[in-house]
């Protein structure tokens, strides 16, 4: 099991990268733009850059 993200003080990351399978390098320096992808849905991904 990874770590949760702590709320008083949330990590300069993406906050799944701790759990996430599919996290890369980037994911646990750089937190991901939030993004609209179509019909109201919005995602914060590095691997929908
Ligand atoms: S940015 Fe995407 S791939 Fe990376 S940890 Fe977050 S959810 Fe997973």
Partial sequence: MGEVP????PPSDCNFHPRCP???????????VLK???SGHLLSCH???
């Fill in 36 to 38: 609209e992808v179509g």
């Fill in 6 to 9: 702590s709320p008083i003080n």
């Fill in 22 to 32: 599919f996290a890369i390098d980037r994911c646990s320096v750089e937190e991901p």
């Fill in 47 to 49: 691997l929908y850059d």
